[in-house]
């Protein structure tokens, strides 16, 4: 690839994250990348007070993070007003992280957003985009210096150098960074103008304006933020390699002198202060503070999922860490991440070999481009190596962002490791198919996982809106006015099964506004009225709660409903509606069409499969109930209340009526001693809803505390209660039985 087209495809990287970069700064809401609040509550009080915020009460300090970042974007938005910051905290959504690692919307936003939160009503909307775009502006710094480490570690490849520069710029999660107000972009941009200076010092050699660049990025990183450390013993590394190679330990000392000197003189202030106001010149401790102590020691296999969380939140990570991509996604990116790393292998087996010939020497371009590749992986693992470490002694998260001082290094040994598989000649191509692939990784994470995360509901006018499948026409009361009328609901689907979800639409006609957020619950009961689902959320999964809503409005809000794993089926399963004021718990009020009062939450029935094998049945048995219902065994046990019977009910098609089972104790004389009738399961599974296949579990109790000793005859049938007739009961041959009855066993007592 010829310099000029290379410098031209620079370009076109740099056009498109730097529109790629805005687009996620105005796509995210206001305040929900990581931290973004503390961040900007930083740059506002650089603007106010000219100095960091303090410790507020109850509330997570910034004040020990390092100021660069924050005086770059203090410069940059003081004259932006500051009208709503504070009301921001009030706006904070409870159900924040929701299944935190589920793709979705499901209350993914930290804050309710409501329609002041846009450009010319509010201060903060306006200076959160103006710093956003001064990232993406730094970012886009970042993604010129990767190529510049490129081309200094490839002299005569300018591919090599469009490739890295093309793989890191649309990254997902440096694009959403980039876009965002986080120090990280400082700590980006300065570790990669350290490693440019690096790597050129190891070719070029010292030189004054060389060694002072690299103290000054050195400094500036460290003034940005702490994870450029690890820089610093990089730059050493540098420092020795380069004096070793020349043979000159003065070159070492004078030279590194200059280097840490300057970085020193940067950071020698802040660290100053750190020292006076926290007793820690770095502000490390305070931060782990911060975490706790472990509840246990971690242990090797605490590392894999931390580890699955650092390379996934590298890739991307959306909002506040909770929007993922799709898991498919990071299976192929660690699938190219495992080949570039055996072409790396592979390059250098190949490198060691030509290092041995007697034509290489120190100072050849090859033993050069080696020694440079060889300080790119020493940075990159000086800033992972910590951050394992780290995970055993304080329970802190480690997130893919805090690799990117390093991007750099990763971006080029990435692309260097592919390009390996390939004869050089086919370099530019791959070159451009990964720029491409990862544009368009880039834009589908906008498009199909960040955008959707914060979308709110759909919402009709009265005249447009949707006929629910489920009609209900209930009205909610606030302090007797009406607020709300449920129109009624659609089921994603009419059966569940234990450890799956349940997804409702609810079509909600607002009747009147109210300033209240009132939590939905949302509940499912299975057996014996068990809780075997609940839900509690704002409305609109976080996105629309009720202080929003409008008259007029008809919001169809979804709420989806886990199942319990433990859950027993098949049953029937009660689905509850309503909606309660937080921290009270009061329900609201709730009348029918009519104008008269629901006292029960129902709003619907549905069904719950059976997922477990269930256990074969002690007594095998072979009996007919009409044509769709066979008895295929019992299990009988004694205790001291009396028999406990299951019996094992087959379903072998569908019943159109809800059957009644009888369960008669024949004492001696051939009365009846006692009785165990009712619906299978006790009502919670009607024959009506029995599916062909189904084995169902009917338990019954059969009081035996009183009965005198003697031989007695188990009995039992099946029956409509509404007419008191008997579904035809047949033995195995097709024989229709005596009066319908099963003569199940005698029972000796």
């Known amino acids: ?3 000029r087209m290379a410098q031209w495809i620079l370009a076109v990287i740099l056009a498109l994250f730097v529109g790629l970069g805005v687009a996620y700064a105005f796509t995210t809401p206001t305040l929900e990348a990581p931290d973004e609040i503390h961040h900007y509550d930083y740059i506002r009080s650089l603007v106010n007070t000219g100095s960091p915020p303090g410790a507020k009460e109850g509330q997570k300090s910034f004040s020990n993070h390092a100021p660069l970042y924050y005086v770059i974007g203090a410069l940059g938005s003081a004259w932006v007003g500051e009208d709503d910051l504070d009301t921001w905290r009030t706006r904070y959504n409870p159900y924040f992280g929701y299944r935190f ?3 979705g919307r499901d209350n993914k936003n930290i804050y309710f957003h409501p329609d002041e939160d846009r450009f010319g009503a509010s201060d903060t909307w306006l200076g959160v985009r103006v710093v956003r775009v001064m990232s993406v502006l730094m970012s886009a710094a970042t993604i010129w210096v990767i190529y510049r480490v490129g081309r200094e570690v490839f002299p005569d490849r300018p591919e090599m150098a469009v490739g890295a520069a093309g793989l890191a710029a649309f990254i997902p999660e440096f694009l959403f960074i980039s876009g965002a107000v986080n120090d990280d972009n400082g700590a980006a941009l300065f570790g990669a103008l350290s490693l440019w200076t690096m790597v050129r010092i190891v070719r070029r050699g010292f030189s004054p ?10 400094g500036l990183g460290w ?3 702490l994870t450029t450390a690890a820089l610093i013993p990089a730059a050493g590394l540098v420092m020795a390699l380069v004096a070793w190679r020349n043979r000159s330990w003065r070159d070492l000392l004078i030279w590194g002198l200059v280097v840490f000197g300057v970085a020193a003189l940067l950071i020698a202030p802040w660290a100053a202060r750190q020292y ?4 820690d010149p770095i502000g490390l401790a305070q931060e782990m503070e911060g975490f706790g102590e472990p509840e246990r020691a971690p242990s090797l296999a605490d590392l894999w999922p931390d580890l699955y969380w650092l390379r996934t939140s590298f890739w991307g990570r959306l909002g506040a860490n909770q929007v993922p991509l799709a898991g498919w996604i990071y299976i192929v990116l660690d699938a190219v991440t495992l080949l570039a790393l055996a072409g790396l292998v592979r390059s250098l087996i190949r490198c060691h070999s030509l290092l041995q010939s007697p034509i290489s020497n120190l100072h050849s371009p090859f033993a050069e481009r080696f020694q440079q590749f060889a300080i790119l992986a020493a940075a990159f693992l000086l800033t992972f190596g910590p951050m394992v470490a780290r995970r ?6 480690n997130f893919g962002r805090y690799l990117f001082p390093v991007l750099p290094a990763m971006a080029l040994l990435l692309f260097t490791g592919l390009a390996a598989w390939l004869p050089r000649r086919r370099h530019a191509l791959l070159a451009l198919g990964v720029t491409v692939a990862m544009l368009v990784l880039g834009i589908a994470a906008l498009v199909f996982f960040l ?5 709110r509901p759909p919402i009709y006018d009265a005249a447009s809106a949707p006929e629910p499948k489920y009609r209900l026409d209930w009205v909610y009361l606030e302090d007797d006015c009406p607020i709300a009328r449920l129109l009624g609901y659609d089921l994603g689907k009419k059966r569940v099964e234990p450890g799956g979800t349940l997804r409702v639409v609810l079509y909600w006609e607002v009747l009147g506004e109210t300033e209240t957020n009132y939590t939905l619950f949302a509940q499912l009961f299975g057996r014996q009225a068990a809780t075997v689902g609940q839900r509690d959320t704002h409305t609109g999964l976080g996105h629309y709660p009720t202080s929003f809503w409008q008259t007029g409005q008809v919001i169809a809000g979804e709420v989806f409903i886990p199942v319990a794993s433990d859950a027993l089926g098949p049953t029937k399963l009660r689905l509850d509606v309503g909606l309660y004021r937080r921290g009270g718990g009061e329900r609201l009020a709730v009348v029918d069409a ?3 009062p629901v006292g029960a939450a129902t709003i619907g029935w549905l069904k719950l499969n059976a997922v477990k094998e269930l256990p074969p049945p002690e007594v095998a048995t072979d009996y007919r109930f009409g044509e769709c219902i066979a008895l295929v065994g019992y299990d009988l046990e004694r205790d001291a209340e009396g028999a406990q019977l299951i019996l094992h009910w087959a379903s072998l098609g569908s019943v159109d009526q809800d059957y009644t089972v009888f369960v008669h104790l024949v004492g001696p004389d051939g009365e009846l001693a006692a009785q165990a009738d009712g619906p299978p399961t006790g009502g919670d599974y009607p024959t009506s809803m029995w599916e062909f296949g189904e084995i169902i579990f009917d338990e019954r109790l059969v009081a035996t505390q009183n009965l005198p000793a003697g031989t007695y005859h188990l009995r039992l049938g099946m029956y409509l209660l509404e007419t008191g007739a008997r579904l035809p009961a047949l033995d195995a041959s097709g024989e229709r039985l005596p009066d319908d009855v099963v003569e199940l066993t005698e029972v000796e007592l």
């Open 1 to 3: 690839m010829a310099e």
């Open 392 to 397: 055993f002694l304080r329970p802190m998260p």
């Open 209 to 218: 304006r060389r060694c002072v660049g690299l103290g000054v990025a050195l």
């Open 451 to 455: 955008a959707p995360a914060y979308a």
């Open 223 to 225: 003034l940005s933020k």
């Open 101 to 103: 690692g589920d793709m």
């Open 594 to 596: 009519a104008g008269d």
């Open 276 to 279: 006076v106001l926290h007793g």
